[in-house]
């Protein structure tokens, strides 16, 4: 069977649009990414998602119409279809929100790590540090990377003991100087901790390795690497891949997925680096391919940083590329834009938020319409697979035709 068109999947990393129904189950009552940076900003200036029906999505999932003021008349110029999504993951974190759009919800309960002081128990730092043959480590508590990097880095420059931290997330991460202890070794040390914090259920191991030499130079670099576990289900990847097809992962998506239903994979890291890599594979991309993006800046720079005018900044840059992506478009692609889960960069600590996120589908052919609050994110999974003529995914209602 020939498959004509690409999937091109922009996945605004944080993005929500309102809080979900069971935001108070997990403390974020009032979270409202967009909503909150609107009222901060009031001039936010985004015509092109505007045009493709962003602000009527978030007045529909949160019952309150967006004001951002006056904004030029739109560059873009193709139908959509617009609506928001629901998560009916039991987690908010970044594996649940990707797995689940992709067709494989997280109907079980991650392990998590307590954010304090000492977050992991002390028979796991124990083995850590007998098998990686460390003296020792740093942190062992829930911390933003920045901010434990700028307390410790100096400590782990003189005592070669990696700086290890939590988050409210299933995770476990490991931040070390690509120099002074080598990233290479960050890495391996990486590979240990994975095995050793399965039987926590732990979804990911994260190194973070960074630069410089004093606090105040400390700079994080492009080389994090993400160790995750395999989604428990066959996804929308997997399904393209066995098809015949090609799935094209930009940023942390290989990672997120564990490789699984990957045909490329692409490293990029940064907004303009990874718009241009989006764009220079859409390009080239053949037809039944999916190229899937993480813009992880909206959620690791501005989000967790609780930076309201960079998120907003970012925002605005983004909008200024989806022209560029219209021309690489062919006759029958389609592009969605969507998010794994909020984190309201005006809300109290620095975690995610349970919110509704954006499913914006626009292309040349596609037949606009308002297509109000999907039960799943899964949809967007079903809807690729519909779109390719494929066997129909376990979960999940397309909108292809609605």
Known sequence: MEHKGRAIILMMDSFGIGGAEDAAKFNDAGADTLGHIVAARKNLQIPNLAALGLLKAAEASTGKAVSTGPMPAPSLNLPSKYGFMREISRGKDTSSGHWE?????????????????????????????????????????AASGTAIIEELGKEHIQTGKPICYTSADSVF????????????????????????????????????????EKPGEFQRTKN?????????HPTILDAVKNA?????????????FAKQGITKAVKASGLQELWDTTLQETKNAPDFSIVFTNFVDFDMTWGHRRDVEGYA????????????LTACLREDDIVFITADHGC????????????????????????????????????????????FGLTPLRVGKSFLAE
Request: glycine share 10%; proline share 9%.
């Open 344 to 387: 309201d960069p005006t809300y109290k600590g620095t975690d995610h938020t349970r919110e509704h996120v954006p499913v914006l589908m626009f292309g040349k052919q596609v037949k606009p319409a308002f297509i109000g609050g999907r039960d799943t994110y899964a949809d967007i999974g079903q809807t690729i697979a519909d779109y």
């Open 101 to 141: 759009m992709a067709g494989c919800p997280v109907d079980f309960d991650w392990g998590y790590f307590p954010p304090e002081y000492p977050s992991f128990p002390p028979q796991l730092i124990q083995q850590f540090c007998e098998r990686a043959e460390l003296p020792g480590i740093l942190g062992n508590k």
């Open 224 to 232: 994090r690497h993400d160790y995750s576990v395999t989604p428990p």
């Open 244 to 256: 015949g097809g090609h799935v094209i992962s930009i940023g942390k998506i290989n990672d997120i």
């Open 173 to 212: 991460q490991i931040a070390a100087h690509e120099i002074h202890f080598g990233l290479d070794r960050l890495y391996h040390v990486c590979e240990i901790a994975f095995e050793l914090v399965k039987p926590y259920n732990i979804a990911r191991v994260i190194a973070r390795p960074f630069i410089g």
């Open 313 to 324: 900044q970012g925002l605005e840059y983004f909008d200024t590329r989806l022209t560029e």
